[in-house]
């Protein structure tokens, strides 16, 4: 989770080993996340699916092969629909997602 993240990004080959095909549309430029100094990222729409989170959410994703990490989940697509609490006093620290539903 990021929440300074504007789109929650994903590493291509997670698309891939759903069959998605992460190049079947234009490139986009991606800075700041990626291994070197600029990668190319690929948005689709997707289904967001969140353990305890309710139904699907569908999304806009991208994808990228640069991405340093395996999933990055930011502000457009998650943290506009739940509700994030992270407890560093609690001993172990604790995190807890809720879901909200917009009108």
């Known amino acids: 989770m990021d929440s300074g993240a504007g789109s929650c990004l994903f590493h291509a080959s997670i698309a ?9 549309v234009q490139p986009e430029p991606l ?3 990626v291994g070197g100094a600029k990668g190319s990222v690929f948005y689709h729409q997707v289904k967001l699916v969140v353990p305890g989170g309710g139904s699907p959410i569908k999304i806009t994703a991208g994808f990228s092969h640069q991405l340093s990490i395996g999933a990055l989940l930011g502000r457009h697509g998650f943290f506009e629909h739940f509700t994030v609490i992270f407890d560093s006093c609690a001993v172990p620290p604790s995190l807890s997602i809720e879901r909200f539903h917009r009108a």
């Open 16 to 24: 891939e080993a759903f069959g998605l095909k992460v190049d079947s």
């Open 31 to 33: 800075g700041g996340v």
